[in-house]
């Protein structure tokens, strides 16, 4: 690979670049910093020091990681889906009012309206083309559910450790997904993920961010709703 | 096109195998 081709992928795929490098850093000062405080803790109750490997290896760990994953990955689920039903006036996040649904195959290109240069699946029919027209929710769907399910498992063994160090009894997993320390993590998680969604919504009616496509141009009405319309 | 693709599936690989990581740890923790 030319150095000419390698500084060209990486403008092309700045964006997608940038956030993974800094979900990097922010895991890693998550590990130092989680580290830190569980060895604190542990200091107060008389409990063993561990090092960084061993917390990385750690049910607490997992569970705080986990814990995140599954709400962000609920809040695109969710938006991805809403949006194709609900609209917000005035919301470059949204739809035209009266442009709900998941509109016409002509729209959408897909089957006879397909184009030579369409995805494969699109161009097929049948259960390819119901498959791949939700392929972007579905997808986040999936990984909801398996985010939280190991926050599910991994909280499930964090908590039993923490019953065992306090010598109470340990819980089944099926007790573990009614317990409050459950839901505590999920919803803490849930309400944050829900508020910064719908405000989002609603700030892109009347606020602006020039050069932004979460923005509409500067100069573009209150009223005006999508931002390619312009 | 290329270059995107593989920051597509280092992205998914990259997600599957700290679920998997996540889930194998809290089984090997009970």
């Known amino acids: 690979?030319?150095?000419?081709?390698?500084?060209?992928?990486?403008?092309?795929?700045?964006?997608?670049?940038?956030?993974?490098?800094?979900?990097?850093?922010?895991?890693?000062?998550?590990?130092?910093?989680?580290?830190?405080?569980?060895?604190?803790?542990?200091?107060?109750?008389?409990?063993?020091?561990?090092?960084?490997?061993?917390?990385?290896?750690?049910?607490?760990?997992?569970?705080?990681?986990?814990?995140?994953?599954?709400?962000?990955?609920?809040?695109?689920?969710?938006?991805?889906?809403?949006?194709?039903?609900?609209?917000?006036?005035?919301?470059?996040?949204?739809?035209?009012?009266?442009?709900?649904?998941?509109g016409s195959d002509k729209e959408q290109r897909v089957g006879r309206y397909a184009q030579p240069d369409s995805p494969r699946w699109a161009r097929l029919g049948g259960w390819r083309e119901v498959v791949y027209s939700r392929s972007l929710g579905l997808v986040m769907l999936v990984l909801f559910i398996a985010s939280w399910g190991a926050q599910s498992v991994a909280g499930w063994?964090?908590?039993?450790?923490?019953?065992?160090?306090?010598?109470?009894?340990?819980?089944?997993?099926?007790?573990?997904?009614?317990?409050?320390?459950?839901?505590?993590?999920?919803?803490?998680?849930?309400?944050?993920?829900?508020?910064?969604?719908?405000?989002?919504?609603i700030f892109a009616v009347f606020l602006r961010q020039r050069g932004s496509p979460e923005s509409k141009r500067v100069g573009a009405p209150h009223q005006e709703t999508s931002s390619d319309t312009s | 096109v290329n270059g995107t693709k593989a920051v597509f599936i280092g992205y998914l690989v990259l997600i599957v195998i700290g679920l998997v990581y996540f889930t194998a740890l809290g089984m090997a923790h009970q």
């Open chain 1, 157 to 201: 063994a964090a908590y039993n450790n923490d019953q065992l160090s306090t010598r109470q009894d340990p819980v089944t997993w099926a007790d573990y997904l009614v317990a409050p320390d459950f839901w505590n993590r999920t919803l803490q998680n849930w309400q944050s993920e829900l508020l910064a969604v719908g405000s989002m919504a």
């Open chain 1, 1 to 102: 690979m030319t150095a000419e081709r390698v500084r060209r992928v990486l403008r092309e795929n700045g964006l997608s670049l940038a956030f993974g490098a800094m979900f990097l850093v922010s895991l890693a000062g998550q590990a130092l910093s989680g580290v830190a405080a569980f060895n604190e803790q542990q200091l107060s109750t008389g409990g063993e020091q561990i090092s960084l490997g061993r917390y990385l290896l750690s049910s607490s760990f997992a569970a705080d990681v986990a814990e995140n994953w599954q709400s962000e990955y609920l809040q695109f689920f969710l938006y991805i889906f809403a949006t194709v039903w609900l609209v917000q006036h005035g919301s470059t996040e949204s739809k035209q009012v009266g442009e709900e649904g998941d």
